[in-house]
């Protein structure tokens, strides 16, 4: 087959891990035969150094052609000024709402060679499997009125809103049940119903669409008691959905689950289909431009290669490759082989490209 994938390097880290994705995409249209034309564009904090603009046109436009967006990280201390007007992260947040992708899926499945990673007793974390799904293009990170003003005693004030409407929670939902009903059949969804409105209207929405999935069992939980929840009993969920900002959240600390930010990919889907009738996804790993080891070469770029995996499934309908990307990075695994995130003390951690090569040499 014959596809167009927008690269988005971003900063940070992400350069670097991107070159390693590309580099296993390459060996896997050389082995299965297909042909990917790949075009990178800027985003974020390198898109406002070269044209003022966290998300330019011909970065936007080339997403929109293309079948499917993978982005390696946005941000870093360069463009953090709190007063300026422009930031890296715009470009990420304009791009998911312009593409409508409401949906990120972020998978948290502890590799059983990296449970001793994890800050987490072995004995937790064995059989967990659960897949977060967050609202991506709604609530605070996007609800209007949002704005810095002073305020009646001439000091400033700031404020951000919360908003869900019905048909935007309805959505997410939905595929919550329909991905669990492909699982274990179990939906957890994250609230404050007990003091936002918003969430009120959310666990209301829920609740409503569970009636159509009587096969499915539905778990509400307050998003604090979520937090520990997900650590004293992570092999108990299946699918947990949950808005933006506590999406964000959770999927951090989620992370750890796994040894490692660096080790979680995820996708963001939408209602916007590609030229094979799939949807025009955009996968990126959780984990953000690391500028404290940028340039050195040493990130661990597995989150992103499997971040690639999930796009060749979701976007591509290339479910054997992408399997074969999961066992070479499994394989890889096996043997011992670590980056410096998820090694054992006294263990000589891989460089970003080194571990990519011993994926490539697994496939
Ligand atoms: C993420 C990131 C982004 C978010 C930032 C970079 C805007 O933390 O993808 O989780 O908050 O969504
Ligand atoms: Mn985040």
């Known amino acids: 087959m014959k596809a167009k994938i927008t690269l988005l390097p971003g900063d940070g880290i992400g350069p670097e891990i991107i070159v390693a994705s590309e580099k296993i995409l390459k060996r896997i249209s050389e082995k299965f035969g297909h042909e990917f034309e790949m075009d990178s564009q800027h985003i974020g904090g390198i898109a406002i150094d070269e044209t003022g603009n966290p998300l330019p046109d011909e970065t936007l436009d080339s997403c929109k052609k293309s079948d ?12 953090d000024d709190p007063n300026a007007s422009v930031r890296p992260e715009q470009g990420l947040l304009g791009l ?9 899926l972020r998978p948290v499945q502890p590799h059983p060679q990296l449970l001793g990673a994890s800050p987490l007793k072995e004995s937790y974390l064995e059989g967990t499997d659960m897949l977060i799904l967050r ?6 990170y996007f609800g209007q009125p949002r704005e810095k003003r ?6 400033e004030e700031a404020l951000d809103t919360m908003i869900y409407s019905e048909s935007e929670v309805f959505r997410i939902a939905k595929l919550a049940f329909d991905i669990a009903g492909t699982r274990r059949k179990k939906v957890t969804s994250v609230d404050k119903a007990n003091v936002l409105e918003s969430s009120r209207l959310w666990r209301k929405t829920v609740a409503k669409l569970a009636e159509d999935y009587p096969e499915i069992e539905l778990e509400n939980l307050l998003v604090d008691a979520a937090t520990m929840h997900l650590l004293s009993r992570p ?5 947990m959905v949950t808005m933006n900002l506590f999406g ?3 999927t951090d600390e989620a992370s750890m689950l796994t040894g490692s930010m660096g080790n979680m990919p995820s996708a963001a889907l939408g209602e916007g289909l590609n030229s094979f009738g799939k949807p025009r996804g955009m996968y990126e790993p959780i984990h953000g431009s690391a500028p404290d080891i940028a340039g050195q070469g040493i990130a661990n770029p597995i989150g992103m290669i499997l971040s690639a995996a999930m796009m060749l499934r979701h976007s591509l309908g290339l479910s054997s490759e992408a399997e074969a990307i999961e066992k070479a990075v499994d394989a890889v695994l096996n043997a011992g082989h670590r980056t410096s995130d998820i090694a054992k003390e006294g263990e000589s951690p891989l460089g970003t490209m080194e571990m990519a090569e011993k994926i490539i040499s697994a496939l």
């Open 68 to 79: 499917a967006v993978l982005l390696g990280a946005v941000g870093g201390p360069k463009w």
């Open 96 to 104: 998911r709402k312009e593409l409508g992708l409401f949906a990120n």
């Open 135 to 140: 609202e991506l293009t709604g609530g605070v």
């Open 150 to 155: 002073i305020n009646a005693n001439g000091e």
């Open 235 to 239: 092999r108990d969920f299946d699918v």
């Open 248 to 250: 964000d959240i959770i």
